[in-house]
Every structure is written in C-alpha cells, then in structure tokens.
Nanobody, 125 residues
Framework: QVQLVESGGGLVQAGGSLRLSCAAS????????MGWFRQAPGKEREFVAG????????YYADSVKGRFTISRDNAKNTVYLQMSSVNPEDTAVYYC??????????????????WGQGTQVTVSS
C-alpha cells in the first residue's frame, strides 16, 4: 500500500516562491505516474502538474505553466512542486497523487490510485 505525505505548504506573498514535497512509501516508486492537484474552497479538485515514472516527461495545467515545476527524486521516493510567481488564485489545498503504474499523461483525479492528506498554500496579495 502506497502512502503519500505532503509538506512545505504555508503562507507566501504574491510574487513569491514555495516548494512542496511529497514523500512516498510502499510500492515501486519509480514506476508510478505522479501528480499534483489543488482544491480551493467551493471548487472542484483540479490538476496542476504531472510527471512520468522515470521523470523525463512533465506536463502542466495552462494556469501554472511557466511558473510551477514538478520534479522527482526516485532515490528519495519524493516528488516536488516548485511554485514561483505565485498569485492569490493559487491559494488552495495541494494534494499529491500516485498511479499504480505508468498510464501516460493522466490528468483526471479518477486516474490516480493514491492520495496524500493535502497541504495548505495561501498566497496573500
């Protein structure tokens, strides 16, 4: 059973940066597709960024492209989300997600099998 634990959330000013981490345990980490999602109050959970099992393929939501970077360190079983040039619209609970196997460039929450508990990111204007 895979367990995911996010960290790194907090309060940041608009225009600032923040790095989220997701530590995974259980399973074969390097073989899994990983992703970051976010959910703001009153809104549906939305895809933010994804990365393939070996890490060379990354993809992003249009709203964060050029500002956020997803990466992974398979030796540490950890996925990161580097957030830069943040704005108040980035305020949300951010969730890490994993799929049991590589499934391509998946973006729907239903395509992921495991979820972390979430970490709050608040951007002040």
């Amino acid at each position: 059973q895979v367990q995911l634990v996010e960290s790194g959330g907090g309060l940041v000013q608009a225009g600032g940066s923040l790095r989220l981490s997701c530590a995974a345990s259980g399973g074969t980490f390097s073989m899994k597709s990983m992703g970051w999602f976010r959910q703001a109050p009153g809104k549906e959970r939305e895809f933010v960024a994804g990365i393939s099992g070996s890490g060379p393929t990354t993809y992003y939501a249009d709203s964060v492209k050029g500002r956020f970077t997803i990466s992974r360190d398979n030796a540490k079983n950890t996925v990161y989300l580097q957030m830069s040039s943040v704005n108040p619209e980035d305020t949300a609970v951010y969730y890490c997600a994993a799929a049991r196997s590589y499934r391509g460039l998946i973006r729907q929450p239903s395509e992921f099998d495991y979820w972390g508990q979430g970490t709050q990111v608040t951007v002040s204007s």
